[in-house]
């Protein structure tokens, strides 16, 4: 099996020890927080863009839009961390609670986040006063250069790689795990670079198709049809990757080989896809059902 050797990329952007003082800036966290800069960015120029809004009126002031900020990084990070607890490895955390809030360990699922964030979103509205919908759209648009740089510190981060695959642009990762390809141990395991598969749809091509929508297709102005195409976008890319992304080790055994969370007749879903189709479902709902006549 032939493949793209993978490049040699530090984990961190630089580290200092002083002593018995260790810092390090890991890629993760800076794009975690270049993503939130992005998008922050982002959000600032749509409500200083009135004449895209409904009734030429933004749902937010400057302030509030930095309150709203602070909300969405502890829904995020709280979210996140709840959700990859909940969905993937209930077991483990269950035997060891107190490692819940060791984040720093790894461990963060979308899905957890997205929820996250539409419970600290709607807490928000409803303290400030503001409408659900103009807010859904403002955070959908400025949301996928942070899934963009998520999913290219993954890859650099050697982790939720690919299935095993004989394709020309095959990453040969490193790690025994990476390796490990049954009966082509053996031979240099290359793996689909599934990180930058998603990287590529959820982050550049939905991202393009959302800006365009808010800045010159004057979707902002019909309520809930950018989040609407965020929410079907994401379920829509994250589905199809699902067919080549390896599944979490716990989900796979002799009997489940492809991981399948949910299985039945030779039919089934990872969970990845099982937590997606809802995502689908919701936003091609409020894409399509504000519009009827």
Avoid at 139 to 148: K, S, V
Wanted: charged share 10%.
């Amino acid at each position: 099996m032939s493949g793209i050797p993978f490049p040699n990329i530090s984990p961190d952007v630089f580290s200092i020890d002083l002593g018995g003082f260790h810092f390090a800036l890991r890629w993760y966290a800076l794009a975690y927080i270049t993503g939130i800069l992005l998008g922050w960015w982002l959000a600032r120029a749509a409500i200083r863009r009135e004449a895209i809004w409904p009734e030429a009126r933004a749902p937010m002031t400057t302030a509030q839009l930095e309150a709203l900020m602070t909300w969405l990084i502890l829904g995020v990070i709280i979210g996140g961390r709840l959700g990859y607890v909940l969905f993937y490895q209930p077991g483990q955390y269950l035997d060891d609670p107190l490692s819940i809030v060791k984040v720093w360990q790894g461990g963060m699922s979308f899905h957890g986040g997205f929820a996250g964030v539409v419970i600290a979103a709607l807490v928000f509205c409803r303290r400030e006063g503001i409408a659900p919908g103009p807010v859904a759209d403002l955070i959908a648009m400025a949301t996928p250069p942070g899934l963009l740089l998520g999913r290219l510190a993954n890859f650099v981060n050697a982790e939720l790689w690919g299935r095993p695959t004989d394709l020309p642009w095959g990453v040969i990762f490193p790690g025994a795990a990476a390796q490990d390809c049954g009966h082509l141990a053996a031979i240099a395991c290359a793996r689909h670079p599934s990180q930058l598969y998603e990287a590529l749809l959820e982050g550049l091509v939905l991202g393009t198709l959302l800006l365009w929508l808010a800045f010159r297709g004057g979707a902002l102005k019909r309520v809930w049809a950018v989040s609407g195409t965020f929410f079907a976008g994401y379920g829509i890319a994250r589905f199809l990757v699902e067919f080549v992304r390896q599944p979490d080790a716990q989900f796979v055994s002799p009997g489940n080989p492809l991981g399948l969370a949910f299985h039945w007749n030779g039919w089934g879903l990872t969970m990845g896809q099982a937590l997606s189709l809802p995502m689908i479902v919701v936003g091609l709902a409020l894409v399509f059902w504000p519009r009827r006549p």
